[in-house]
């Protein structure tokens, strides 16, 4: 027999892992069977394109989070597949003086809350107050993207002053607020200082995001993106307590932009900070977390109950 090169060698073993994954990937999810939303799903341009994502992960349902004019392309979703989509939220652009007529529109047109609001204002700045009290009027939840450090050096930073939000939970309280993204999930611990976007390591108790989600009734958690998988895996011994502790009031989404729910495609698009998940699904990624680390009971409100509630989702 000829003698394999290293680099032969190790192609062989490479082809010998990929089989192994292949094995695996026929072997079902942990979650399959299971009844879970995804509540952060971005519409995607197709039906098709959304259904993709939504059975490659093995996903029964999602939330829609889409724009305060996509009432018919929520329509044409729902006509072709019926059922999937449990409802949408409403984005506008925030900064102009028609955000609020045009988001109160989506609002009659059938969308369920506010979101995703990402924009390059502050967490306690005008523009952010008129949606918190808009949404407090309307009745719906709102979707916030808290982000202090840029990904990129053009990409800028979105709802910045995390140290100011508790001010706005306290004046807003019939808001329903729903944290999400770097900022809100980097403060789980108590000695971040917007060093990294995505810290690591232990998590130093009592950070400021796990105290405003025990002190305020009107803060709920968004898990998704690389984000709430970084928060949710960088201390495994944090995590079951933390899951527990706040099992009403978390809720779970992918933010994931892999094409075929298997990290096809580009996951983890022009965020070279969220490397660790690229080539990866985020929701399969949050998934097998949240089935390691919490129990039944709670998998079940993470993953359905405490949506359909906060949410007011069809059942
Ligand atoms: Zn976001
Ligand atoms: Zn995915």
Redesign the pocket.
């Known amino acids: 027999m000829r003698r394999l090169s290293r680099r032969q060698f190790s192609q062989m073993l490479a082809g010998v892992a990929s089989s192994c994954a292949l094995g695996s990937a026929q072997t079902p999810d942990p979650w399959a069977g299971d009844s879970i939303v995804d509540c952060h799903h971005h519409l995607r341009r197709t039906p098709e394109a959304n259904i993709a994502h939504l059975d490659g992960a093995g996903l029964s349902n999602a939330l829609a989070l889409a724009r305060e004019n996509s009432v018919e392309q929520m329509q044409a979703l729902e006509a072709r597949y019926p059922g999937r989509f449990l409802g949408w939220f409403a984005s506008a652009d925030i900064t102009k003086p028609e955000a609020e007529a045009l988001l109160t529109k989506a609002i009659q047109n059938g969308a369920r809350g506010l979101g ?1 609001i ?1 924009f390059h204002v502050e967490a306690a700045g005008p523009e952010l107050r008129r949606m918190y009290a808009l949404a407090a009027e309307l009745k719906v939840p709102i979707l916030v ?1 808290f982000q202090e450090v840029p990904h990129t050096p053009t990409e800028g930073v979105f709802a910045t002053g995390f140290r100011n939000f508790e001010a706005m939970l306290k004046a807003y309280p019939k808001t329903k607020f729903i944290g ?2 770097d900022a809100f999930w980097a403060n789980i611990s108590a000695d971040y200082n917007n060093e990294s976007a995505y810290p690591s390591g232990k998590i130093k108790p009592e950070g400021v995001t796990d105290k405003l989600l025990s002190d305020y009734p009107n803060l709920f958690g968004d898990l998704a ?1 690389n984000s709430g998988n970084n928060a949710l895996t960088r201390d495994p011994e944090f995590t079951p307590a933390f899951l527990k502790r706040h099992q009403d009031k978390l809720i779970f989404g992918s ?1 994931c932009s892999c094409s075929d729910g298997k990290g096809g495609g580009i996951s983890q698009a022009g965020n070279p900070g969220a490397s660790r998940l690229a080539g990866k699904c985020v929701a399969r990624e949050t998934l097998t977390v949240l089935k390691k680390a919490a129990s039944p009971e709670i998998f079940k409100k993470l993953t359905w109950e405490n949506a359909h509630r906060t949410y007011g989702l069809k059942a």
Do not use: G, I, Q, S
């Open positions: 995703e990402k993207h999400h993204a993106a933010d």
